[in-house]
Every structure is written in C-alpha cells, then in structure tokens.
C-alpha cells in the first residue's frame, strides 16, 4: 500500500514513531498539506481525531431530538417543513462525520457503543429541554451561531476528509442559524405573550451556548496539541469571544436582553466582556447530570435496539446476495 509521508525503514505504518517521522508529518501539517485517511499519522493524531469527530456526529445525532419534539407542533405549515428540513439535516451531518471517522479506523458498531456506554462524549447543549416553541427559535439562533463560528475553522482542519465535511455542514448550518433568528424575530415583534416566550429561551439557552465552546483555555486539555496538528485554529476562549461579539447586538436588534448584568461593550479592547460562567454546571452536565441527559441516552439507545432487526435482515440480504453471486461465477 502506497503511504504518502515518511515510512520508517520496515515499511510498516505500524512500528514505532521515530521522531524523523514526527518531525516530518509536523512539517506536512506547518505546510498546510492536507493529511488523507492513507497517509502517515502519529497514534496520537488518529485518536484525537476520532474522538473529536465520533463526538462531533454523536452530537448531530442528539442534537435532532430536542427540535425533532417539536415538528408536531411547530405553529404552521411552512413552519413544520422548514424544522423538518433542519432535522434532517442534522442526520445527514452525523452520517458525514461517522463517515469521516471510519477512514480512521473505527466502525460505526464502536462508535455507537462508546455513545451508549458513556465512553463517548457528545455536546453539553442537547442535555436541556425545548419547553416552548420559543426554544426552536433559540436553538436555531444561537445553537447553530454557536456551531457556525466553532465550525467555519475546522474547513481548514489538518485532516482532509473532516475539512471537506465541514464544508457541506457549515452551508446548511447558515440555513439553520437563519431560520432560528426569522423564529426569535417574528416573536420577538408580536404580542407581549410572544415577545416574553422570546425573552425566556434566551434566558434559558445563552448560558449553555456560550459554554458550548468548552471550558476555559486554562483547563481545555486538548487546546494546545490541536491546534499545533491544526486540527483546532482556535482556542475555546477566542471562539466564545467572536460569538458574544456577533450575537449580542443580533440580541439588541430584537430588542431582547441578553442574562448576564457583566455583558457590556468594552470600548479599550473592543470587544463584549461577559460575566463569570458556573463552569461547576457545565462538567455536571457534561458528565452525565444536565436535566436532558437520561432521555436523551434512552431515546438512542431505544433506536438501536428498534433498528436492529433492520440491521439483523440487511446483513442477512448481503450475505445471501454475496453467496449467490459467487455461486454464478
Ligand atoms: N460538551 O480540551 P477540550 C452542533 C469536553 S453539534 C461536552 O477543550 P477539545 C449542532 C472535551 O470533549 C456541536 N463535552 O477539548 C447539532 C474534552 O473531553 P474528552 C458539537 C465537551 O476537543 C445539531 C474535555 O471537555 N460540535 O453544532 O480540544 C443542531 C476538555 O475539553 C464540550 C463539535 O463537536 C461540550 N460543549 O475542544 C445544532 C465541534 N466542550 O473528549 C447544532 C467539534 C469540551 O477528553 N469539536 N468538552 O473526554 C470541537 O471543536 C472540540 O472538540 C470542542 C472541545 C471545542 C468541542
């Protein structure tokens, strides 16, 4: 097999990192070459990948759950057809990242178990609940904001089949964050009922968004080696600040206030300050304690076992079909 990178002398990918062989897949990355999924990697690089990406699709696959509560009863038509649509395409990016991982080595039977055993991660975000039609609205506006900017970053990612996802995700995701705002702003120009449903998602859902980008530079482990690999562009820090510098006057346009008393413009560094965010909260839901996060793991984990009698006949039906054609060879 043809290995692009530096192979040490027995050919084999395998063997041991040789620093000649660090040094120079550093180099590939310093020069912005893109790595492919046959290419040299150190061990590190894979696992850190596969990590991030199988918690990246995990999180598209909940994610559809607390908008998918609302298709129902979304307010009309037009409205239904447009979250329907989101959903969707929140299903079809799981497929595309799961899609990405596999080239690192790791089946989708693993991924989903390390899901449902707790082993892997997914965001901090879909562990609360969507209680009015505001919170679609929310979700939209500053979930998919949020993803937008963490996002647009990761198109220039080091490893090239991640990069080239990213790129059809971030199109929709602008679609996404799109129909969020048009929700909050029909609300937020309505009746006073409508407008205080507007100011409560807001309430509910600014907190957890900006925290969506993880916690502190100071206490991201991972921060410093990605972005050296140029997996990350940027740290969670910088991140968060484009958010709070982007949304807080989109929050002003609507005539809605923002929950936080420290969140003010900051003339010296021209930038929002915000107020210090209860990190304490954020690692409770994170490792398993939010209000959402039980239903969420139950929800998935009654699909699997739904779908698997469907998984159980496809692979039955391709066995059959393999056996056949052998057979008319
Ligand atoms: N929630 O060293 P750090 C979407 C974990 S989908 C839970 O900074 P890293 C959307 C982190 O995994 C949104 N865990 O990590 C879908 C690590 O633990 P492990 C998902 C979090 O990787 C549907 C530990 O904390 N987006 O947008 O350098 C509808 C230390 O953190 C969170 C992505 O996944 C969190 N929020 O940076 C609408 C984007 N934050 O793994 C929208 C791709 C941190 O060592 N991922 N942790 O056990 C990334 O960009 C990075 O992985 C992160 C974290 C910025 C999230």
Redesign the pocket.
């Known amino acids: 097999m043809y290995v692009r990178g530096l192979i040490n002398a027995s050919g084999d990918p395998n063997a041991a990192e040789t620093p000649e062989q660090l040094a120079h897949f550093q180099d590939r990355i310093d020069a912005e070459e893109k790595i492919e999924a046959r290419d040299w990697m150190p061990a590190a690089y894979r696992k850190t990948l596969i ?2 990406i199988s ?2 699709a995990h ?2 696959i909940i ?1 559809m759950q607390p908008e998918g509560n609302w298709v129902t009863r979304a307010p009309s038509l037009r409205r239904k057809a447009s979250l329907l649509a989101k959903v969707q395409d ?1 299903g079809g990016h799981g497929l595309y990242l799961y899609a990405a991982a596999e080239t690192l080595g790791i089946s989708r039977e693993e991924m989903q178990d390390q899901l449902l055993s707790g082993a892997a ?1 997914y ?3 879909f562990n609360y609940p969507t209680l009015t039609w505001a919170d679609i609205g929310a ?1 939209g506006w500053l ?2 904001g949020a ?1 937008i900017m ?2 647009i970053p ?1 198109c220039r990612c080091s490893y090239g089949p991640y990069a080239r996802a990213m790129v059809r995700v971030c199109k929709e995701e602008s679609f ?1 964050q799109r129909q969020g705002y048009e929700i909050m702003t029909t609300l937020a120009q309505g009746a006073p009922a409508q407008k205080a449903m507007a100011q409560d998602a807001l309430n509910r859902w600014w907190t957890p968004s900006v ?5 502190p530079d100071s206490d ?4 410093v080696q ?1 972005m050296t690999w140029k997996i ?1 562009r940027f740290t ?1 820090d910088a991140l968060r600040q484009r958010f709070v510098d982007a949304t807080v006057p989109q929050a002003d346009y609507l005539s809605l206030t923002v929950p936080d008393p420290d969140c003010k413009w900051n003339d010296a560094v021209q930038h929002y300050d915000i107020g210090p965010l209860d990190w304490g909260d954020f690692w409770k839901v ?1 490792k398993g304690g939010g209000p959402m996060n039980r239903q969420r793991i139950a929800a998935r984990q009654k699909a699997d076992d739904d779908g698997a009698w469907v998984r159980e006949a496809a692979l039955a039906y391709a066995t059959k079909r393999s056996a056949l054609m052998e057979a008319a060879e």
Do not use: T, W
């Open positions: 990590r991030q918690q990246h999180s598209e994610g929140e991660k965001s901090s975000i979700i979930v998919d993803a963490n996002q990761l996404h925290m969506m980008f993880g916690p991201s482990i991972h921060s990605s990350k969670n994170v």
